[in-house]
């Protein structure tokens, strides 16, 4: 798969992106409401087994300098059959606030909805102010919220945020 958009190409992983995932994965800010932070081990597994067998993964490159930004979580939920695909994204923290999972986020949506045909998509946050207001600007609605369901990397407990997104919405966003 490759997409472009403005200032990004999505496209497949690769074995030579360990090194800039690994600088999203060992943050623990960008980790702080997923998962403690990875080792170069566990980076390298994640990319092997995860995005690059798996193909459940997007990789976010920059155009400019092909740096790799982030990556986009990008897979069927629960089951194929369903046409439902759930979608995240972690981006590396020296490039928050520049629009760029926005970017990439809504070019990843266009593609899913209008191409791969997909019926719905759905997202889950436990950050509900940063990660929660992103969602909601690309358009999804609050679907549920499972109340102290998770627990941060600090153990604190948090509630999920549950958002959707339909291809019929969207056709007429």
């Known amino acids: ?5 403005e200032r990004l ?14 600088e999203i994965f060992g943050d623990r800010e960008t980790m702080r409401f997923c998962e403690p932070i990875y080792s170069l081990k566990q980076t ?5 087994n995860f995005c690059i067998s798996g193909r459940k993964a997007v990789a976010v490159e920059e155009k400019m300098n092909g740096k790799l930004l982030g990556y986009l979580l990008f897979k069927p939920f629960y089951s194929e059959q369903a046409n439902i695909f759930e979608i995240g994204w972690w981006i590396n923290r020296n490039y928050w606030r520049k629009g760029y999972a926005y970017e990439g986020v809504t ?4 593609y899913a909805f209008e191409q791969l045909e997909v019926d719905e998509i759905v997202a889950e946050t436990l950050d509900n102010d940063k990660s929660g207001a992103l969602v909601r600007k690309l358009g999804f609605d609050l679907d549920k919220i499972e109340r102290t369901a998770s627990q941060d ?7 999920v945020f549950w958002y959707k997104l339909s291809s019929q ?4 966003k």
Do not use: H, P, T
């Open 9 to 22: 190409i999505l496209r497949d992983f690769k074995e030579s992106d360990l090194e800039d995932l690994q």
């Open 153 to 159: 990397n600090d153990g604190n407990w948090c509630d």
């Open 169 to 172: 919405y969207w056709k007429y």
């Open 107 to 110: 070019r990843l949506i266009e």
């Open 1 to 5: 798969m490759e997409i472009e958009s």
């Open 44 to 48: 390298k597994e994640f990319l092997q």
